[in-house]
């Protein structure tokens, strides 16, 4: 039988009580109608959020990361940020018999969506996320504690308003008084159902991209400074927590949208993702790959390089060495390619580098003919510190880095422990699995032939 980790595996058990007892709160409420069942049932929706970011991190601390971890953490998730948060909202709007019928069965609808919209969001993330969520600076789509965060909060703040406790709201009940108060708390109940269905497009929605909120607060080696800001935002955050807590998670709602659309207004194309380097400044290590297979090719790199070295807003820090290599795809009989990766820094944006090479691939004498046909060079950005570009003209990182040797191999040369943004592992990883997988095609293709020879 297979051994599992017990520390971690708890925490994420952790998270799937809590969204359990947060399920049976929300049926009190149903019965009694006592709100703070409903409340009680929101705390336990946070407290499952607690659980759910520290196992990840414990069973990397503890060194027990695995597929079952990943699975567990994910129906665990289900249950506390899929159907707890959805069931609260459809039971909360049938408790209050005074709304129209028509209004009562969209809301289930609504539920339904946000509750589906979940669960698809969390198949997917498995499927795409294969391992390491250490180094995995953003997210596709609004992840699903935030996404429940955002629902459970405004529940709070709802029920708050309405009647309290605590200085803060005698304070702001002296100021506005209660009857304002209370009506800011029915209208919010009232565009709860809509909120949900939002939030659950945005949970499916792909190309919303949304930072990885504990890992940019936390990752790297910050300033004494970063700390103590860290450690009083937070004292002050939590002594107006009713407040605090759904500002946040609204906050961090609209992060996504509006940082997205800044990408595609700027060109940046979407979210920026930066990853820190150890003196703490933002680097951005871009990766260029370099290949020709007509005519003097080592001549043709070297000359290609030079007219990048020459580029004012182009740094060049490495090259890696010349490899050859396989023609892959394109016409038959084509002659072997060398290749070989630049480590640069560039002040130029994505789409500017892009052009840039393309005048270099010009003036180097590239005539452009089928589509890998052979070249004299060919420049591609293979990536661009852990940026994800996604426009007509330019993908970074490039589509087909991840399946090619002839861009692993020497990107694995100089840049073993880079990650790929997008599939969150190591060009090393990357590289060792794309060997593993040549082996044993070549395995299977000789077992093959042997039988076919023998036939
Ligand atoms: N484009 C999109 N993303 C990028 C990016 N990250 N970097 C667009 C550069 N260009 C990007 O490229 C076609 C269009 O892709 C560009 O206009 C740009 O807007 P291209 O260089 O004109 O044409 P291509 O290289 O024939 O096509 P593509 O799709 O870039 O092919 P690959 O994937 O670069 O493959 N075998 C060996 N052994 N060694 C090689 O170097 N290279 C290829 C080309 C095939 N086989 C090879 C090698
Ligand atoms: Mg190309």
Redesign the pocket.
């Known amino acids: 039988m297979r051994k599992m980790a017990i520390v971690p595996s708890l925490f994420t058990l952790g998270n799937a009580i809590c969204g359990f007892a947060a399920i049976v709160h929300v049926g009190h409420y149903a019965t009694s109608s006592d709100e703070g069942f409903l409340v009680m049932a929101c705390w336990f929706v946070l407290l499952a959020m607690v659980f759910d970011a520290f196992d990840g991190k414990i069973a990397r601390m503890t060194g027990y990361t695995s597929e079952f971890g990943g699975e567990l953490d994910s129906l665990s998730d289900a249950v506390s940020f899929g159907i707890a948060p959805a069931f609260m909202v459809a039971v909360m709007h049938s408790r209050h018999m005074n709304t129209h019928p028509l209004w009562a069965k969209i809301t289930w609808f609504f539920a339904i969506c946000y509750a589906s919209a979940a669960i698809l969001r969390l198949a997917r993330f498995n499927v795409e996320n294969i391992s390491d969520e250490a180094h995995h600076m953003e997210f596709k789509g609004l992840p699903s504690p935030a996404a429940a965060g955002a629902v459970v909060s405004l529940v709070m703040l709802q029920s708050w308003l309405k009647r309290g406790p605590g200085e803060i709201y005698e304070f702001l009940a002296s100021y506005f008084g209660a009857e304002s108060l209370a009506a800011i708390g029915s209208s919010i109940w009232k565009i709860l159902p809509i909120w949900t269905v939002v939030i659950a497009y945005m949970m499916v929605s792909s190309r919303i991209r949304y930072p990885h909120l504990v890992n940019w607060v936390i990752k790297g080696r910050r300033t004494f400074d970063y700390f103590a800001y860290l450690i009083f935002g937070g004292i002050a955050l939590a002594l107006v927590y009713n407040i605090s807590i759904p500002l946040l998670f609204v906050v961090y709602f609209f992060a996504g949208p509006v940082m997205t659309l800044y990408g595609w207004i700027t060109g940046t194309g979407g979210l920026r993702v930066y990853k820190k380097d150890e003196e703490g400044d933002f680097s951005e290590k871009t990766y260029v ?5 007509i005519g003097n090719r080592v001549m043709n790199l070297r000359s290609a390089i030079k007219r990048i070295k020459r580029h004012e807003d182009i740094n060049l820090l490495r090259r890696s060495s010349f490899y050859k ?6 016409s038959p009989g084509q002659r ?2 060398l ?1 070989g990766v630049l480590e640069i820094t560039t002040d130029l944006s994505p789409i500017e580098l ?1 052009e840039y ?2 005048q270099v ?1 010009i003036d180097v004498g590239r005539v ?1 003919s ?4 052979p ?1 004299k060079i ?5 990536l661009y510190g852990g940026r994800i ?1 996604e426009d ?9 880095m991840h399946e ?1 040797e ?2 692993l191999r020497p990107m694995n040369e100089i840049a073993p422990d880079v990650i790929h943004p997008e599939r969150r592992k190591t060009i090393q990883e990357l590289f060792e699995e794309l060997e593993t997988q040549q082996e044993k095609v070549a395995a299977s293709s000789a077992a093959n032939g042997g039988d076919r020879e023998e036939a």
């Open positions: 790959g370099l290949g020709s297979n290599t396989k023609p892959v795809g394109g072997d390619y290749n892009l090479l393309q691939e452009r089928t589509r890998w046909g070249r060919d420049l591609d950005i293979v570009v007509d003209k330019l993908v970074i990182p490039h589509p087909r090619r002839f861009v």
